[in-house]
């Protein structure tokens, strides 16, 4: 990219060590001031005099954080995770939060790989025996990974390159990811087959996708059941999507041959189920840890503080670019069910997605839409892309998917002020959901042909697809009131007297599977589905 010239009027602090690459890079255009370390009440005494703040995840920069800098334009995170930086009230002040999503991707799936082949041939077991001063081999006997089945869950920017990178080793690939087109896996070689498939199959499993109320415990018992007694996993993602007791226990069982582990529910960690069993590699959460990524992560948020210095867009920035007051106070509660919308969108569809069209009706029209379209892709895409979505890379996190965005406006809305209406196609068929804002808060009012009208106020939803006819509300009324489930309100929307109608019933708690089974062997119910809002 291309510098500016130094201003002297410019002062970058660095809270946490950064790598050289993006130091020189922030020293040609600022002053730059290393101070790692710092306390809280230290960082809030002198972070007013600074125009951007990086931090890797060592620093919190909280909301009286923000607060005091008074200067503040950028804060950049040289990594992926966002946890340690108050999203909300650096948007509220206008500050641009950028991160480097993609500098670790190499790194990390050349660490998955690299664990992959340590577990194959027990490459610590027989480090550690050796140097113990005892020479065994029959102990360690090892299989090839050549012609074996690798299964990727998750298939976004790490993912698709362990996928690159075992296809090189001769291994057959198969991948579990709707938001991936048929296309897209095609182009890596992979192919797209049910968790359950991919379980059964596979020889080697490993996780990439970000850890969410979807994917948290995503392998767990009944997952564990499915697979091969040989099978080893592996998991470079996140800590939580499984479970160490359950994976531990599950090793100790020899109900799979091993795993290897480089991320933690609670880290930093000393202490984990996973410990003690000797078929089980674990490391520190070193997937990005090498020179170059850590370079590649410095250059990343020093190149993005320069293009914000300059007045450009930022590549990765994680929240929405600022906005005047008057477009943010009426566009801001349609971004919110927008991204209701394709939140709903992303817990009903079927099938392997390749293209979402988003139609916008009314007043909407007569603004800039792209923060509604970063926010149905964010609602969509957000529980399965490493990257935060928003009006800077929504068509880009897309794209690499293979997901084709197409949008539509028209003046004129029958039936509301506005309407944000998703459609979106998978191999299963097409999928549509509609919102609009009453009362300044979102409603979802249509779901495939049928209209409705429910708040979605962030608790849990049956959606069933049935026949009309009497009788059948009652009886599902006491599958629930028999599993002490309670109901707040239902609402029923048909197509005619007697035909295909779809019941949405608001719930207190989570419906369980075996209730959920209960309701699907019912007569004339079709589908059931329960999503969190």
């Given amino acids: 990219m291309q510098l500016r010239t130094k201003d002297a009027a410019l002062k970058v602090l660095v809270a946490d060590p950064i790598a050289d690459e993006g130091l ?14 710092l306390k809280l009440d230290e960082l809030i005494t002198i972070i007013g005099d600074y125009d951007a703040l990086i931090v890797r995840s060592q620093t919190q920069v909280t909301a009286d954080v923000i607060a005091a800098g008074k200067k503040l334009q950028v804060i950049g995170r040289a990594g992926v995770g966002i946890d340690n930086i108050d999203l909300n009230a650096a948007t509220r002040r206008g500050i641009v939060v950028v991160n480097a999503p993609t500098g670790n991707t190499v790194s990390a799936a050349e660490h998955t790989i690299a664990l992959m082949l340590a577990l194959a041939r027990h490459i610590p077991q027989a480090n550690a025996a050796l140097k113990n001063g005892v020479w065994q081999r029959n102990k360690f006997m090892g299989t090839e990974v050549k012609n074996k089945t690798l299964g990727v869950i998750g298939l976004g920017n790490v993912g698709a390159e362990v996928a690159r990178r075992a296809r090189g080793l001769e291994m057959r690939v198969i991948g579990q990811d709707p938001f991936v087109s048929v296309e897209r896996a095609a182009s890596l070689q992979v192919k797209l087959v049910p968790l359950k498939q991919l379980l059964k199959e596979s020889d080697f499993i490993t996780l990439h996708l970000p850890l969410t109320q979807q994917t948290r415990g995503i392998i767990g018992t009944k997952e564990l059941a499915l697979v091969k007694p040989t099978v080893r996993i592996i998991n470079c993602a996140r800590g939580g999507l499984i479970d160490e007791e359950i994976l531990a226990r599950a090793v100790a069982e020899q109900k799979i041959a091993g795993a290897a582990v480089d991320v933690f529910a609670e880290e930093p960690t000393t202490e984990s189920a996973l410990f003690s069993e000797d078929e089980v590699i674990v490391t520190p959460h070193l997937g990005a840890s090498t020179t170059e990524a850590q370079a590649m992560a410095a250059r990343d948020v020093a190149e993005q503080v320069i293009a914000l210095f300059n007045g450009e867009p930022a590549q990765y920035a994680v929240n929405l670019p600022f906005a005047s007051a008057e477009t943010m106070m009426v566009l801001s509660p349609y971004m919110e069910a927008a991204s209701k919308g394709g939140n709903l969108m992303h817990q009903l569809i079927e099938g392997q997605m390749s293209r979402i069209r988003i139609k916008y009706e009314g007043e909407i029209t007569n603004y800039d839409t792209n923060a509604l379209k970063a926010s149905v892709l964010e609602g969509l895409l957000g529980g399965v892309s490493e990257e935060r979505v928003n009006m800077v890379n929504a068509n880009l996190v897309a794209a690499r998917r293979g997901i084709t965005v197409v949008e539509e406006k028209e003046s004129l809305c029958r039936n509301y002020a506005s309407l944000i209406t998703l459609e979106a196609t998978t191999s299963s068929g097409v999928t549509t959901v509609a919102v609009t804002v009453m ?54 929307s048909r197509l005619k007297q007697r035909g295909q ?5 608001a719930l207190d708690e989570p419906l369980p599977e075996e209730q959920r089974q209960q309701m699907l062997a019912l007569p004339d119910i079709h589908t059931v589905k329960v999503v969190r809002l």
């Fill in 24 to 37: 020189d890079i922030l020293r040609g255009i600022a002053e730059v001031d290393v101070r790692p370390g």
């Fill in 439 to 492: 009362r300044d808060e979102p409603h979802i009012v249509r779901v495939d042909n049928y209209w409705t009208d429910i708040v979605p106020y962030g608790g849990y939803f049956l959606f069933s697809d049935h026949l009309d006819r009497p009788g059948l509300l009652g009886a599902v009324g006491r599958i629930t009131g028999d599993a002490d489930i309670n109901i707040s309100y239902m609402y029923v």
């Fill in 501 to 505: 109608a779809l019941m949405i019933i």
